[in-house]
């Protein structure tokens, strides 16, 4: 079955450093578009990063442009998320996300989604 899985998040102060990274298996990895989203609490999920099947093309919002980096490794069927310059605003629960279609940058284009993984930013 389709698993996504993700894993490096946790506590971190302000102006440090995260990778998130994102193991798929269960559906075909190379020819899907992928995905990541936060949600904190009592707000709605929201879109942080995405990048197309080829790698060839990514997409941002203003407020993590310039700090997040999304990439992929079809080799290990992974997709990453390099965070710099964490904020506390960026505090919340990250989910990797994939869809058999050109990216998207709404959480309802993807089929596909993990369990999530906690990342918090103290100031």
């Known amino acids: 079955q389709v698993q996504l899985v993700e894993s490096g998040g946790g506590l971190v102060q302000a102006g440090a450093s995260l990778r998130l990274s994102c193991a798929a298996s269960?559906?075909?990895?190379?020819?899907?578009?992928l995905g990541w989203f936060r949600q904190a609490p009592g707000k709605e999920r929201e879109f942080v990063a995405a990048i197309s099947w080829s790698g060839s093309s990514a997409s941002y919002p203003d407020s993590v442009k310039g700090r997040f980096t999304i990439s992929r490794d079809d080799a290990k069927n992974t997709v990453y998320l390099q965070m710099n310059s964490l904020k506390p605003e960026d505090t919340a629960v990250y989910y990797c996300?994939?869809?058999?279609?050109?990216?998207?940058?709404?959480?309802?284009?993807?089929?596909?989604w993990g369990q999530g993984t906690q990342v918090t930013v103290s100031s």
């Open positions: 269960g559906f075909i990895f190379s020819s899907s578009a």
């Open positions: 996300a994939a869809r058999h279609s050109a990216y998207g940058r709404s959480w309802y284009e993807y089929t596909y």
